[in-house]
């Protein structure tokens, strides 16, 4: 066999532009650096594929033919901001996979991953980790981590230039087209959609999208005024936005140009929920609400009173994890893609109107 020359620390430095002690520092989680080289650094690292663990190094001599199994699997999700402090269902979500995988035979680590950022991972580069469950829907992370472990991505959409990468996604249009449907059936046709700007990530499922598809499909009207996404909203400016939404639409509610309202993820839903009640518009006697909720576990999305098709993320985490677990171990798939069915709350705020014969 033709041996591999090892990448070094002066390959990294070289193509990164930097100093061989910056690149060390930066690798060793030195962070007085401007980010801007850090991300570099990082990036340039995990593109060449540099080791600079003694394990690795031995591998690259060829001291060992094997990687030693650590039964340690890393999650990678995305953070949309850079202080997940107080984020409580992002730190059940944690614990709920941490739990799963235990019952696995796992230990994990979880990365929070940050676009400004960049993916700073020492353990991927120490090749400590056995197997990756991802929930970034950024280029960059799947790039990095693909072909290096086995890698299974969870809820991040199509990876199309990536087919050999197995995806566990919930079957949320199968949810929405049975929610939507059964309000159609009850005389609901005018609809208003509200939903966030649109994604950039590569991999992201664009619920917004799936929405106007399926209204399309089953027959509602969508005026292009009741489509609701404001533009720059963050998590900084949400309340006041959604503020400004309720504002619009109540004129457009009580004159009855809107009867349903559908939210592109469970924030928006209730925002628009909590925003209409506090100007006098209830759900479902004035208009009715309906949303996904992708972002919780089973408990916290069934005793919800806004009614939503939940992700249902134990299945989905531990559907994730034994495909991992087969892959790690040499197994094959059957395919690559794998729906996991999602839960249906029914709620409160779905009800009215059934008159239709003699309206116009």
Known sequence: MKKIRRITIRDVAR??????????????????????????????AHKLGYEPSQQARKLRNGTSTERTKTNLIMRIFNLGRENPIGDRETADSVQMFDWIASQHGFFTTTYRYYQQEGFRCPLLLDRLIDGVVIGSPHREVIETIAGKVPTVALEVGSAYHYPAVPRVNSATADGLKEMLIKAYTMG?????????????????????????????????????????????????????????VANAMVPEIKKGRITLIAGEDMVYA???????????????????????????????????????????????????????????????????????????????TLGKPEKRKGSS
């Open 15 to 44: 193509e990164a532009g930097v100093s061989i002690a910056t690149v060390s520092r930066v690798i060793n989680g030195e962070t007085s650096f401007p980010s801007e080289t850090q991300k570099r650094v990082w990036s340039i």
């Open 188 to 244: 609901h046709r005018k609809l208003a959609v509200v939903g966030g700007p649109d994604k950039k990530e590569f991999f992201s499922r664009n619920y917004l999208r799936m929405i106007c598809n399926l209204i399309d499909e089953i027959g509602f009207e969508l005026g292009p005024e009741h489509l609701y996404q404001p533009q720059g909203l963050s998590w900084k400016n949400h309340d006041q936005l959604m503020n400004v």
């Open 270 to 348: 209730e925002s628009i929920w909590k925003a209409l009640a506090e100007r006098g518009i209830r759900a479902p006697e004035d208009v009715s609400i309906i949303g996904v909720n992708s972002s919780c576990g089973q408990s916290q999305g069934m005793e919800h009173p806004v009614t939503s098709v939940v992700h249902d993320s134990m299945q989905l985490f531990t559907s994730a994890i034994e495909i991992l677990q087969d892959l790690i171990a040499g197994k094959g798939l059957p395919c690559t893609e794998f729906l996991v069915a999602p839960l249906m709350n029914w709620g409160t």
